[in-house]
C-alpha cells in the first residue's frame, strides 16, 4: 500500500496518512517505523514536531521506548511549508498541538506529491476531538488508530485519562500523569 520507491518527486503521487490514538498506544513508534522505511528506501525525509513538545529533547522525535530520529521543532504549520521544499516524505509528530492550519498544510503537501505521515493524539484527556485531528482524519487517504491497553482491565484502551488534577490541555505527560482507558473504565469516572 504504502509505495516507498520512488525517489522523484514530479513524478510522486502525494498522499495523507494518519497515525491515531491514545497516550501509550505506540503512535510516534508506528511514525517512526514508517519513515525509517523511507529512509531506507532513500527517500528524503523531514519530520517536524510542534515547539511546544519539549519533554526530552529540541531535535529529536522520541518515543517512549526512545526510539530516536532527528526532527525540527516548528511555532506553527505554516513553517512546515516553508522547511519542505525538495523532500519525499514529510512526518509530523505530535499534530494536536499544532493549529488548525495544519490540514491545509498537509493538503498542499500531499497535492505536491510529497507523502505526508501525521501522528498524534485524537483525544484530549475529556475525551473530545483534539485540535486539528478530527480535520487530518476526514481527509486523509489512509488512517491507522492504534490502542494502549486499559490499565484497570486490560482491555483495548483509546481514552487517555489525566491522573493530575492539573486542566490545562497542554500538559505532556509521562506515566505518572496519564493512564490509558477502555470506554466502560473511562466512562465509569465521569
Ligand atoms: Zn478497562
Do not use: M, W
Given at each position: 500500500m504504502f509505495l516507498e520507491n520512488k525517489a522523484n518527486r514530479d513524478s510522486q503521487r502525494g498522499w495523507i496518512e494518519v497515525i491515531v490514538g491514545s497516550m501509550f498506544s505506540g503512535k510516534t513508534e508506528e511514525l517512526l517505523r514508517r519513515l525509517k522505511r523511507a529512509e531506507i528506501a532513500r527517500q528524503k525525509v523531514e519530520i517536524f514536531k510542534p515547539m511546544v513538545d519539549v519533554r526530552y529533547s529540541d531535535t529529536e522525535v522520541v518515543s517512549h521506548d526512545s526510539n530516536a530520529i532527528r526532527s525540527t521543532p516548528v511555532e506553527s504549520s505554516g513553517n512546515i511549508l516553508l522547511l519542505s521544499s525538495n523532500v519525499n516524505v514529510v512526518?509530523?509528530?505530535?499534530?494536536?498541538?499544532?493549529?488548525?492550519?495544519?490540514?491545509?498544510?498537509?493538503?498542499?503537501?500531499?497535492?505536491q506529491g510529497i507523502r505526508v505521515i501525521v501522528a498524534g493524539l485524537d483525544m484530549d484527556f475529556k475525551g473530545k476531538p483534539f485540535g486539528p485531528m478530527p480535520g487530518l482524519l476526514a481527509t486523509a487517504e489512509y488512517v491507522t488508530k492504534v490502542h494502549a491497553i486499559c490499565m484497570r482491565c486490560g482491555?483495548?484502551?483509546?481514552?487517555?485519562?489525566?491522573?493530575?488534577?492539573?486542566?490545562?490541555?497542554?500538559?505532556?505527560?509521562?506515566?505518572?500523569?496519564?493512564?490509558?482507558?477502555?470506554?466502560?473504565?473511562?466512562?465509569?469516572l465521569k
Open positions: 512526518g509530523i509528530d505530535e499534530a494536536q498541538f499544532f493549529d488548525n492550519g495544519l490540514v491545509d498544510v498537509c493538503r498542499t503537501l500531499a497535492n482491555d483495548l484502551a483509546h481514552f487517555s485519562h489525566r491522573l493530575s488534577e492539573n486542566d490545562k490541555l497542554v500538559l505532556l505527560g509521562e506515566k505518572a500523569e496519564y493512564e490509558p482507558l477502555c470506554r466502560k473504565c473511562y466512562s465509569k
